[in-house]
């Protein structure tokens, strides 16, 4: 129902930049909570962020607080995941994720989102 593309994925130094962005086709955006994971080789896929469908309420894993930011633009159909101060440790693969904004789930399980892509690599050297 609803198709995923992520990008901006890199190779970054400790302390550097990145911006990921999911671009979202073939499904009414706005209908959908949006969410970022990330998956280390050999570990789960955890919760990064989230967003509500609206832009209006955001979530993070305790880990990125104040380091990372979740946003969305519904016009341009795009959820955005701006990460700063990045560390080794944020090294994974990055999963942009969806769930219509009508089911009441646990968000911050990757088992309840619906509708994924492909992953982007992120590395983070020290």
């Known amino acids: 129902q609803v198709r995923l593309v992520e990008s901006g994925g890199g190779l970054v130094q400790a302390g550097g930049s990145l911006r990921l962005s999911c671009a979202a086709s073939?499904?009414?955006?706005?209908?959908?909570?949006m969410g970022w994971f990330r998956q280390a080789p050999g570990k789960e896929r955890d919760f990064v962020a989230r967003?509500?469908?609206?832009?209006?309420?955001?979530y993070y894993v305790d880990s990125v607080k104040g380091r990372f930011t979740i946003s969305r633009d519904n016009a341009k159909n795009t959820v955005y995941l701006q990460m700063n101060s990045l560390k080794p440790e944020d090294t994974a693969v990055y999963y942009c994720?969806?769930?219509?904004?009508?089911?009441?789930?646990?968000?911050?399980?990757?088992?309840?989102?619906?509708?994924w892509g492909q992953g982007t690599q992120v590395t983070v050297s020290s």
């Open positions: 994720a969806a769930v219509l904004k009508y089911y009441n789930r646990n968000r911050n399980l990757a088992g309840q989102y619906d509708y």
């Open positions: 073939e499904g009414t955006f706005s209908n959908y909570h």
């Open positions: 967003i509500s469908s609206s832009g209006s309420n955001t």
